[in-house]
């Protein structure tokens, strides 16, 4: 975005909080007066039919016709009527959540690979829109002092809740908000773990080389330091020296398969008394705040640095729900533990921050003055922990574990400058923009790969409902493949817009499906479980191909210019993971593929369980980012300007 595009949107946002702060009401929110409906349960026959639907395209027609037969034997069976029946029961039993949520949370914590890469995502800002504001310790300042602001905010009422204000009953859920800030997910060896959150905590915790900082940020009356306090800490951590010869941060345990990294932590808490309480210390934070050393020299180096750490291994600790990173140059981004809240959730309050920051209205009701304790200096103080020579060994190993799956993790930013979603929507009311960008997505893949018969994942919010969190979008469908055999060899434009339009429509329709809770997966993710994880047995061979998702995405395109794009490991060893925002001008994905097995044999967020191996893959971020920009300006080539 340039100086002049930056200046124009900010006039107009000025000018937009002006007009809200005019009429917005004195009175507070309650959230807890927010009731939206049960998340609804399907009926068994629909969501089989869903299931086949998602189904067909994936598969041969041979392939099909026995999966049909074996789904409709299990709709119709006594298993299915049982495990049905066992959801109708609980979600009697337990009406103040989802039918879904109990599975979903034990999936999160009962995974023993590695949360970083595999289940951890980041999200991006874009630069402070002032100049002055872009050093480290100013950039990192603001953002602590407006996330501690708009904490304070939702803590006493004044942040507005998500979703339409009238009418009042279409509030979304926001008990995800509950577990923003204060928690950690704590790792329990054998399983599941469990999350700690201290809603009290007053502290933050500054990562800086090896060592960690707490600062107390917040008085017991919840007023906060003010940005000038936290700004000048920040400078004193930064004017320490860093370790000689670096030295590999204890944090990297938490970059280890869950098993190994809570063993550490037990014979950790077992050496000392005071390592058990700096742990708590640690962990019970408000957020983190990881101030790195070094600047990464290109867009994608820093999607690197904000996915794993980097070449220069930053240090993260990647069991906290917020781990606010500030690079040298001022950039800045969040890495976020996954298993208590949706990307929905962090990016409504990263949203509001940035614009909070730049002194700009989000659209949304937020605090705008802070209420601040002059007798808070946030002075630092180092937790110190004392490893024993054994924990010694398993940083060691976490190390070198981690090493080798960033070895074969590959990393690309890609930005389309070219033209974004104002263009895409002058094209017609059928041309949705996530609906083109997805078929930019699979066209690419299946010219690059030749393959047209793969599982591609999206997600919808199901916010709408108690306790709902996400239902899967599968956006591989009879038309979209279609489109991405015979849209080259189309006999002329109108047959190719054809093409287009059909399989964007058909992916609308699906997402809106979804986001009504009715998706097949988590309906059948839940009689699964019921079913102590029995789905091959009760789908077939089928299954795989229904849930390995080749390529996964995620859509956070938001309000205004505050977010450059989210960026997450792919799902499955052979696959991609594309993160995108989708601005009015521009585009922007975040690509990852793997060269090679990751080693873990887990089976990652999501997916289906992998072997060890040594398989080389042909996947390749950057080829496939050629291939989206070339099928986004074949698009725009179907329709002239007027």
Avoid at 241 to 265: M, V
Wanted: some cysteine; proline content about 5%.
């Amino acid at each position: 975005r340039s100086c002049a595009a930056t200046m124009q949107y900010a006039a107009r946002r000025l000018a937009t909080v002006h007009r809200h702060l005019a009429s917005v009401s004195t009175g507070k929110y309650d959230w807890t007066t927010i009731r939206p409906p049960s998340l609804p349960l399907p009926s068994l026959d629909d969501t089989v039919g869903t299931y086949l639907e998602q189904l067909k395209p994936l598969i041969s027609a041979s392939d099909y016709t026995q999966a049909t037969a074996i789904a409709h034997g299990f709709a119709d069976g006594a298993l299915g009527r049982e495990l049905q029946q066992q959801l109708v029961r609980s979600i009697e039993s337990n009406p103040a959540t989802s039918y879904v949520k109990p599975f979903w949370d034990a999936m999160y914590l009962g995974g023993r690979y590695p949360v970083v890469i595999n289940s951890n995502p980041f999200v991006a800002w874009h630069p402070h829109p002032d100049r002055t504001k872009r050093s480290q310790a100013s950039r990192a300042a603001g953002l602590v002092h407006k996330m501690l602001l708009w904490r304070q905010g939702m803590q006493r009422g004044l942040v507005e809740p998500d979703g339409p204000a009238d009418p009042p009953d279409r509030r979304l859920c926001m008990s995800e908000y509950d577990r923003l800030f204060c928690t950690s997910r704590i790792p329990v060896v054998g399983g599941p773990d469990h999350h700690l959150t201290e809603p009290s905590a007053c502290h933050v915790v500054v990562l800086r080389g090896s060592k960690f900082y707490r600062l107390d940020v917040v008085a017991v009356d919840g007023r906060i330091a003010s940005e000038a306090v936290i700004e000048a800490a920040i400078a004193h951590v930064l004017s320490h020296p860093l370790d000689s010869g670096g030295g590999t941060s204890i944090a990297t345990l938490t970059a280890a398969d869950r098993d190994h990294w809570g063993g550490a932590r037990d014979a950790l808490c077992q050496t000392s008394p005071r390592n058990a309480q700096a742990l708590h210390t640690i962990e019970s934070a408000i957020l983190h705040l990881c101030l790195d050393s070094t600047t990464p020299g290109t867009p994608t180096a820093h999607y690197e640095t904000f996915l794993h750490g980097g070449a220069s291994c930053e240090p993260r600790w990647y069991d906290k729900s917020i781990s606010l990173i500030c690079t040298p140059s001022g950039e800045a981004a969040v890495n976020f533990e996954h298993s208590p809240f949706d990307g929905s959730t962090l990016i409504r309050m990263m949203n509001d921050v940035w614009h909070m920051a730049a002194g700009l209205s989000s659209g949304k009701e937020v605090p705008l003055v802070a209420d601040e304790d002059p007798a808070l200096t946030a002075s630092p103080a180092l937790i110190e922990l004392a490893p024993s020579p054994d924990v010694d060994v398993a940083v060691a190993v976490a190390a070198d574990a981690f090493a080798s799956v960033k070895a074969v993790l590959n990393v690309h930013a890609f930005h389309f400058a070219d033209f974004g979603a104002r263009e895409i929507r002058g094209w017609g009311r059928d041309f949705g923009p996530d609906g083109v960008l997805h078929m930019a997505f699979q066209l690419a893949y299946g010219r690059l790969h030749r393959r047209h018969d793969v599982s591609v994942y999206s997600a919808a919010s199901t916010k709408a409902f108690r306790h709902g969190r996400t239902e899967a979008v599968r956006c591989t469908t009879t038309e979209s493949v279609a489109l991405a055999q015979h849209f080259s060899e189309a006999i002329d434009d109108d047959a190719r817009r054809e093409l287009l339009r059909a399989a964007v429509q058909t992916h609308r329709a699906r997402s809106k499906k979804a986001g009504k809770g009715y998706g097949a997966d988590r309906h059948l993710f839940a009689l699964s479980c019921l079913a102590d994880g029995r789905a091959s047995d009760m789908f077939g061979a089928s299954w795989a191909a229904h849930q390995k998702s080749v390529i996964s995405t995620s859509n956070c395109s938001v309000f205004g210019p505050s977010i450059i794009t989210p960026g997450f490991g792919a799902v499955c060893d052979d696959g991609y993971g594309l993160g995108y925002v989708i601005g009015g001008d521009a585009v922007d994905v975040c690509i990852t593929n793997f060269t090679g097995s990751r080693g873990t044999g887990g089976a990652g967020f999501g997916g289906v369980k992998q072997a060890v191996d040594d398989t080389v893959y042909d996947t390749a971020s950057e080829s496939l980012a050629r291939e989206i920009s070339r099928a986004l300006h074949e698009f725009r080539g179907l329709f002239p300007p007027k």
